[in-house]
C-alpha cells in the first residue's frame, strides 16, 4: 500500500514533472526517474533521466516561524542522464544533458502545481559543482558508473504541516481614542472609525506590465473598504459600484478571496472592461459597473471578510511564463449586529 503524498513530494514530482513536459520526454522515449542513480543503473535498455534530491536546507528566512505554518527550505537535486548502452552511449548523454539545462536556463521559474488548496512555484537555479562533491556523491553510488551530471537548487519548497494556523482577517479600519481614566481603558471603543484613504492614481498604459487600480464607489465618496451588517441586509443584495483604472478597453478578471472561519480561500469572480486611465475622487464618473459579492454562507461565525482584486495576466516576452499582476485590495467586512 503506497504512503500517502507528502508536499515534499509533491514538490520534487513537480520538477520530474516540468522536465518531462519541457524536453518532451513522452515523444523522445526518455523515462524520467526520481531516487538515487545506482537504483536506475540496471536498465540499460532505456534513456534515462534521474532526479535524485540528496541533500535539503533550510531556505534562512523563516528563523521564527510558527509551528503550523508552512516551512520553506532549499532543495538541492543531481540531475544525471543515462541513454541507451551502446557506441553512441557518451553523445546521448550529452545531448540529454543539454536539452535539461538548456529547459532550466529558459524556464528557470518551474510551472505552477498544487498543494492542497495552495497554488505554488518553485525556481531552479544552476549550482557549480567541484569535482570533490561530484566525487562525494558519487561515491556513496557504489559501483555505478559516473554519468554526466548538474546540481540544482530547488527554491523555496514547502513542508506543509497537518494543522494549518489560523489566519486573522485584515484590517480595514482604523481610529483613535483617548481617555484621562486608566480604568475605563476596556470600554468598548467609542472614536471615529476610517479606512484607508483613496487618493487619486493614473496607470500607464505605455508601460506593458500595469497593473489596474480600483477602488469602491458609493455616491459621491471613493472608498477602499466597506461594511456590513448581514442581520440588515443581506450580502446577495449588496452590489457595490467599482471603478477600475487601466489600459482602456482592457479587460481584467476579478478574483476574490474569502476569510471564513480562520481561513482564506480564493474564489474566482468575473470579468470587466476597463474604461478609465486614471481614478480621481475629486471627479466620478457615471455608470460605474457593479459587482455581484460571491456566495457566503453564513454559518455559526460572528464575522467575514471579502477581500476583491483586478488580475491580469502578463507575458515578459514570448514563452516567458505568465506573471499575475495584482490590483491593490479592496476589502468588505461583514458582521452580525453585535458584533461589529
Known sequence: ???????????????????????????????IHIGAPADVSNKPEEIRLNLFFYRIEPSGFQANSHPNEPWRIRLFVLISCMAVNGDDQGIEDLRLLGMVMSYLH?????????????????????CPSTDEQINQIWSTQGDTTYRPSVI????????MPITLRGVPPRVGFT????????????????????????????VNGNNPAWTPVICWVNGDECLSALT???????????????????LPGATVQLEWQLWQGDQWQTLAGGDLAISSAAITPSDI????????????????????????????????????????????????????????
Open 1 to 31: 500500500m503506497a504512503l500517502p503524498d507528502s508536499s515534499l513530494y509533491l514538490a520534487c514530482q513537480s520538477v520530474a514533472d516540468a522536465l518531462s513536459s519541457g524536453i518532451q520526454a513522452n515523444s523522445n522515449n526518455i523515462k
Open 285 to 340: 464618473p457615471l455608470g460605474l459597473p457593479t459587482v455581484n459579492l460571491p456566495a457566503i454562507t453564513l454559518d455559526g461565525q460572528q464575522r467575514w471578510q471579502l477581500l476583491l482584486y483586478a488580475t491580469r495576466s502578463y507575458q515578459a516576452y514570448s514563452g516567458a511564463p505568465a506573471l499575475l499582476l495584482r490590483s491593490n485590495p479592496l476589502l468588505i467586512s461583514l458582521f452580525r449586529g453585535s458584533t461589529p
Open 175 to 202: 481610529g483613535l481614542e483617548s481617555g484621562a481614566d486608566m480604568q475605563r481603558r476596556f470600554d468598548p471603543f467609542a472614536g471615529n472609525l476610517r479606512g484607508r484613504a483613496v487618493t487619486a492614481a493614473a
Open 228 to 246: 456590513l451588517d448581514v442581520d440588515l441586509v443581506e450580502p446577495a443584495d449588496l452590489n457595490p459600484q467599482l471603478w477600475i483604472a487601466g
Open 152 to 159: 540544482y537548487e530547488i527554491s523555496l519548497a514547502p513542508v
Open 106 to 126: 529558459e524556464h528557470p521559474l518551474l510551472p505552477e502545481f498544487a498543494i492542497g488548496e495552495q497554488t505554488l512555484r518553485l525556481q531552479a537555479v544552476f
